[in-house]
Each structure stands twice: as C-alpha cells, then as structure tokens.
C-alpha cells in the first residue's frame, strides 16, 4: 500500500459542476495535510491546507478532512476550464521523520 | 527573495558529463526538499535536507546522484555521468521548521535534457 493514494484520472467534470479529489493515507498519526494544484509545464502551487477534522472552505474550494477514515478530499464548486490541472494531496507523515509525502495526483479535466 | 529560486532553468547536457543544479531557499526555511519529475509523471521523491543534515536520502536513484546543503541555505544537486534516463524537470522545495507541519513552496525546477 502506498503511503499516500490518489487516483491518476482523468476525472472529467462539465463546466460548473462539483468536481470532487480524494486522497487516503496510510500513517494514522499524521496531523498536516496540503492541497497543491499543478499546470502542465509549471511547479506545484498550494492551494489549501487543513489540520483538523471537517470541513475547510476557501472561495470555491473546500478541504475535508476525516482523520478516523484517514481521508481527505476536496471539492471545487462551480468548476471551471481553468481548473483543469493535476491536484496532488501531501500528507506529513509522523512516522517517516516528519516528512511532507505526495500521492501520485489525480488530473482533473473540466469541460466548457 | 520573495520565492524559491533554482537555477540554471534549463540545461542541456551531453551524456556522460556531470551536472550541478542549484537552490535557493525561501530565507528562514530550514526544510528543503529535491524531487524529479518525469514527463507526464508524479512526484519522485530524491532527498530531504532539516538544516544542513539529511535525515533521508532514501530517494536518490543511485550512486550517481549527491546533495549537500550549506547551513541552512543553498543545496545542490550533483549528478554524475549522467544518462538520458536522468532527463526531468528536477524541483527544489523548502519550508518553515520542520516541514511536516508547514506547507512546501516549490521553485520554479530545472528541466535537464541529456543527449
């Protein structure tokens, strides 16, 4: 099992639909988790960060985090062409040093 | 400086010469990690720097490839002989503390292409 698992997509969403991430991970202990967004060509980017169970919401996304299911997820409302991008979770894990870890993102393709 | 810096942005190589890339860290970040990524591929983790120590270098894809790290600032990447298979975008990222708990801010990567 990998620590940190997304699936790779495509996930094909029509313009201002709900597209919606998941990322599980392995480590039971973990306490930060991070949403980064990617364009082809470019550097990750942060997008959103959550530390406790529930819901965090920023403009049209929000981060969901269920640490007893050790998921998160994240949800881009209304979403558009502009969204198309590979969404990558990262996870610390507590029982690797600390250290930040990526799942293998999910491409996320938004349809006018 | 506002973000992180990499440098040179790209470089093209012969195969068999050694390459440096370097990075700069956001000032005060004392995390600093190298990952490569392939054309179309994930995040390849290759070495995790806290302060100027390595506490893993599990990533590093073979004898070939080195890091160090001076203090708490630049680190380079050293790839030795290299080989088309080294051919990627290869991305610098730092954080405040430990870097578990602090989100990564990424440079804007070195694409190395050996021909």
């Known amino acids: 099992q990998k620590e940190v698992e997304q699936n790779s997509g495509p996930l094909s969403v029509p313009e201002g639909a709900i597209a919606s991430l998941n990322c599980t991970y392995s480590d039971r202990v973990s306490q930060s988790f991070f949403w980064y967004r990617q364009y082809s060509g470019k550097s990750p980017e942060l997008i959103m960060s959550?530390?406790?169970?529930g819901d965090k919401e920023d403009g049209r996304f929000t981060a969901q985090l269920n640490k007893a299911s050790q998921y998160v997820s994240l949800l881009i409302r209304d979403s558009q062409p502009s969204d198309s991008a590979t969404y990558l979770c990262a996870v610390n894990m507590r029982n690797a040093g600390n250290m930040l870890t990526f799942g293998g993102g999910t491409r996320l393709m938004v349809k006018p | 400086g506002a973000g992180v810096s990499q440098s040179p942005s790209n470089k093209v190589t012969e195969k068999g010469k050694d390459v440096e890339l370097r990075c700069d860290p956001i000032s005060g970040h004392t995390a600093l990690y190298w990952y490569r990524q392939r054309l179309g591929q994930g995040l390849e983790f290759l070495i995790y720097?806290?302060?100027?120590?390595?506490?893993?270098k599990s990533g590093l894809p073979s004898d070939r490839f080195s890091a160090e790290r001076t203090g708490e600032s630049v680190s380079t990447l050293t790839i030795q002989r290299t080989q088309q298979e080294d051919s990627a975008v290869y991305l610098c990222?730092?954080?405040?503390?430990?870097?578990?708990?602090?989100?990564?801010?990424f440079g804007n990567g070195t694409r190395l292409t050996v021909t």
């Open positions: 720097f806290q302060g100027n120590s390595a506490p893993d």
């Open positions: 959550i530390y406790s169970n």
């Open positions: 990222a730092s954080s405040f503390r430990d870097g578990g708990n602090s989100p990564l801010h």
